[in-house]
């Protein structure tokens, strides 16, 4: 196009141009490869209009020059306006704004493309990848709360490595996932899910979806949560992370935010004294008698707070639970309120969270779990953490470092079945005191202590050292 | 069931809705005449951007919008397209005569919407200007969930209000 708009305005042939391009326009090759229509991206072709641009100019100088001898005046106008439109255009072809016809069916044919490859011509869609991980140090007391020696040492772990993969169909679907590797060496899916827009305010979501509950197992990239280690409450009460196979919707309007999702339920054969979080099935190949409904609502009444509360409630007993011969549904009900304030360097979070299991009794017989052994009727568990960003204060910097607190209370056997009792270690209470280094707002560096406290005086302190990354 | 119930009942006004950049200019300023400008910004303007914004300028060419009445201008507007996590976003940035965040609207966003950011939240930049205080964890309060959007918006601003500053003070302001 451009070897056109040249040869129009001098009023000389294509051949011409093709033949000077490189001497006429000067030393570039970039701008001699315009000329000639030379394929490039929008990068290079605005640099290119940017060379274009200077060259009118020399143009004009010379034109001037020699329209000096002659008296008559230089008139690039219409090159000058046609640079403008090539410039529209490519600034137009950057923004994302523009999308492309997709290809008919019949023009499919027609070009000769199977269906996949048709899909080539469509809108603007394409693989998106991001991905997050950090590595654990902990180093543990040598002796318990109550002075006995318990010759722990410390333990290194490349906590979890994870891949964001997504793919936008179209403006209507896409295909989002999130596969990780844990501890070095375990594999899983964390989620895959195909989300369908169908308006604004309201989408529809089917596979493996994270489970809406908490602070933290939704949103647990190292940057994002307060603490080398997560709370022991999103650990033991609610069991992060966790991940089912399952079908819902999600949204916002104004300033609520909402998901709900009917997913296969836990599996309680797996519950234990220290909580639920062995029930957990991760959607592999998982028990689906019993399906389990959890859902969450969130409000936003200012920019950087937002308060709200989710629900967990299904059978955890997947056909299994048989006791003298009755089956038993182990219905688990998890409830959490939760809170959060970003306010310049300040950061504030709270969550409390209940569990309630039905038929625990039974399913200790079946599991045949005594005493303090058994299964909790009732568990619970909450925190409140705080931290400043003391670099907010100061202007120059985008550096973070964010001296934080966190107490914790947890309590896997907040209330026992009948001829059960407490064990002592199982309410525990957790002061983490630490600081967090961000120099860029993607990598981060947590060093916290931990103070660990139980009824049985069994509590190990621990110093955590954390290294974060997102992207 | 009854957290759609609940969302069925809130406003209509719906976060994050795209507009095209024709609507987002009548919105912002309406009954206005609105003048396309294409602008390329020289190196030594390029370097004062970034110095002043505090962040890479990726291109030279520049979409501005400058919107007249018969009296006067009553406004600038620019688009910013920048990378969220790894697609893009457009955004169209309107401005004050006098250089001040009038409106944001989201032209183009290619990440999963869950990321993208609530009119609430860009709200904040209302009359805003360009200063030390104009970032995350200062004036502007964190998305929830989307940091990397947030992140983006934030550059995107402070590089419009740079622009907008290094364009009147070249005298290459309407």
């Known amino acids: ?471 | 069931m009854v957290l759609l119930t609940v969302a069925a009942l809130c406003s209509p006004v719906v976060a994050g809705d795209l507009l095209t950049r024709e609507e987002a200019l009548a919105a912002c300023y309406p009954g206005a005449a609105i003048e396309a400008q294409r602008v390329f910004l020289t190196a030594d303007q390029l370097e004062k951007v970034a110095a002043l914004s505090g962040s890479e300028v990726p291109s030279a060419l520049v979409a501005r919008y400058v919107a007249r009445t018969t009296d006067a201008v009553v406004g600038r507007a620019y688009v910013d397209t920048h990378v969220v996590r790894t697609k893009r976003e457009s955004l169209l940035i309107s401005l004050t005569p006098d250089g001040r965040v009038r409106r944001i609207d989201v032209t183009a966003f290619l990440e999963p919407r869950e990321y993208l950011a609530s009119e609430p939240w860009r709200a904040q930049y209302r009359d805003r200007e360009l200063n030390d205080d104009l970032g995350l964890q200062r004036a502007i309060r964190p998305i929830a969930g989307a940091t990397l959007t947030a992140h983006a918006t934030n550059a995107a601003v402070r590089r419009v209000l740079a622009i907008d500053r290094v364009l009147a003070r070249a005298g290459e302001g309407p």
């Open chain 1, 1 to 471: 196009m451009v070897r056109y708009i040249i040869a129009l305005v001098l009023g000389t042939s294509l051949v011409a141009v093709d033949a000077r391009a490189e001497s006429w326009v000067g030393a570039d090759p970039a701008v001699a490869a315009v000329a000639q229509g030379a394929p490039t991206d929008v990068t290079e072709l605005e640099r290119q209009i940017q060379s274009l641009t200077k060259e009118v100019e020399k143009l004009k100088d010379e034109m001037s020059r020699q329209a000096g001898a002659t008296g008559a005046e230089p008139d690039v106008t219409e090159l000058e306006r046609q640079i403008q439109v090539l410039a529209a255009e490519v600034e137009r072809l950057r923004s994302g704004e523009t999308q492309t016809e997709g290809v008919t069916e019949d023009q499919a044919r027609a070009l000769g493309l199977a269906p996949s490859a048709a899909t080539l011509y469509g809108r603007d869609r394409g693989v998106s990848i991001a991905g997050y991980g950090e590595m654990l140090y902990e180093r543990y007391s040598s002796e318990d709360e109550s002075g006995a020696l318990t010759g722990s040492g410390a333990q290194a772990d490349f906590l979890r490595a994870i891949l964001y993969v997504g793919y936008r169909f179209n403006d209507k679907f896409l295909f989002n996932s999130e596969i990780e590797i844990e501890h070095a060496d375990e594999v899983s899916v964390e989620f895959a899910y195909i989300d369908y827009l169908a308006t604004e305010s309201l989408g529809i979501r089917g596979g493996m979806l994270l489970l809406p509950m908490g602070l933290v197992n939704e949103f647990h990239e190292p940057n994002v949560f307060i603490g080398a280690r997560r709370p022991e409450t999103e650990q033991a009460i609610i069991p992060t992370t966790s991940r089912e196979n399952g079908l819902g919707v999600h949204g916002s309007a104004s300033r609520l935010v909402y998901r709900a999702y009917v997913v296969n339920g836990l599996n309680g054969s797996a519950f234990s004294a220290g909580g639920i979080r062995g029930g957990r099935q991760k959607g592999s190949r998982a028990l689906a008698d019993n399906l389990a409904f959890t859902g969450r609502f969130d409000v936003t009444p200012t920019p950087g707070v937002f308060l709200g509360a989710s629900l967990y409630s299904g059978g955890s007993g997947q056909g299994q639970v048989t006791v003298d011969g009755q089956s038993y549904d182990v219905r688990t009900t998890i409830v959490d309120v939760h809170a959060q304030a970003q306010i310049r360097g300040l950061d504030v979070r709270g969550l409390y969270a209940r569990s309630w299991i039905d038929d625990a009794a039974a399913l200790n017989q079946y599991l045949d779990l005594e005493g303090s052994d058994g299964v909790a009727e009732e568990m619970a568990g909450g925190y409140v953490q705080v931290g400043y960003n003391v670099l907010s204060l100061v202007a120059s910097t985008r550096v973070s470092l964010l001296p934080y607190y966190r107490w914790e209370r947890v309590d896997t056997q907040a209330k026992m079945p009948a001829g059960y009792e407490r064990g002592g270690a199982t309410l525990r209470t957790l002061n983490t005191i630490g600081v967090e280094l961000k120099p860029i707002p993607n990598v981060v560096l947590k060093l916290d202590y931990q103070i660990i406290t139980n009824d049985g005086e069994t509590g190990r302190n621990q110093l955590n050292l954390d290294l974060g990354y997102a992207f």
